[in-house]
């Protein structure tokens, strides 16, 4: 297995937030790849979220609905590896967020529900609050992503 620099990441979706963090995760010094279902002209914007997928291990979904957050991730399935960290921004029903979980730790990866607290403003200030459910070892490797557009990351 080829690992990827750890100076990478992903963001699914480019909405009010997404591309907030994208920006925010950029002045940090990470590389990041982008992907959104509207091409967007963004730096590092790819073809599809496989790609994104394909050249991050963490990757963060800021997706607009429930239909949207289980699209994506059917779509991804296939290139999910054991190494992958898929974090769950969108604010989605309770089932939604578990047939999330199920469908990446299908796949063999590791999902964290990850809901926010915060603005557009919050989230281009790199202020934004993270309330991360799942293995503590998944918020480890995720959690210099993370932490740069946060004020808090906090595992529940």
């Known amino acids: 297995m080829i690992r990827k620099p750890k100076n990478r990441a992903g963001v699914i979706g480019l909405g009010p937030i997404g591309s907030k963090a994208a920006a925010g995760l950029r002045a940090a010094g990470f590389s990041v790849y982008v992907w959104n279902r509207t091409p ?33 991730l059917r779509t991804v399935g296939a290139a999910l590896r054991p190494e992958h960290v898929i974090c769950g921004h969108a604010t989605v029903a309770p089932d939604t967020a578990r047939q999330a ?26 202020r934004l609050a993270y309330f991360v459910g799942g293995a ?9 992503v993370l932490q740069a557009t946060a004020r808090r990351v906090i595992h529940v």
């Open 40 to 72: 967007r002209a963004e730096p590092n914007f790819l073809g599809s979220a496989v790609e994104v997928v394909d050249l991050c291990e963490v990757v963060q979904r800021f997706l607009p609905h429930d239909a949207a957050l289980i699209e994506v």
């Open 101 to 126: 979980a199920a469908l990446v730790e299908g796949c063999g990866a590791r999902y964290l529900d990850a809901p926010f607290a915060g603005s557009r403003a919050d989230a281009e200030a790199r």
């Open 136 to 144: 503590e070892e998944a918020v480890h490797a995720a959690r210099p």
